[in-house]
Structures are given as structure tokens and as C-alpha cells.
């Protein structure tokens, strides 16, 4: 899994986030524990929550 930069991240709506974040944590079962794939999972992830506590979706 490639880890997503947080421009990359900026560049999406809040639904292709949020379907972005179920997309990943259905993978991240797929997995094995300390994995490189695994560790970018969660790093996108985080990534992802920072964007969408801090920017404002509205109109």
C-alpha cells in the first residue's frame, strides 16, 4: 500500500474520505501484523482523520 501524501489527501471531497477510510480498514485485515503495507495503512489513515478534523466541508 502506498502511503498518501497530505496534498494528495487535501485534494478529496469528505465522501471520497470517508469511502477512502472503509477502503483501507477492510484491507488492513488482510495484512500480517508489523508489516510494511500494514504500518502505510494505518499511516494513511491517521493522515486522513488530521484532514477531516481540521477542514471545513461547507459550502
Avoid at 500500500?1 to 477510510?21: A, D, Q, Y
Avoid at 485485515?29 to 502505510?40: D, I, M
Amino acid at each position: 500500500m502506498k502511503v498518501l501524501t497530505i496534498s494528495e489527501l487535501l485534494r478529496l471531497t469528505r465522501t471520497e474520505l470517508c469511502g477512502l477510510t472503509a477502503q483501507i480498514t477492510a484491507k488492513l485485515l488482510t495484512f500480517r501484523e508489523g508489516s510494511p503495507q500494514r504500518t502505510a495503512a494505518y499511516i494513511n489513515l491517521r493522515n486522513i482523520r488530521a484532514i477531516l478534523a481540521r477542514r471545513d466541508f461547507s459550502p
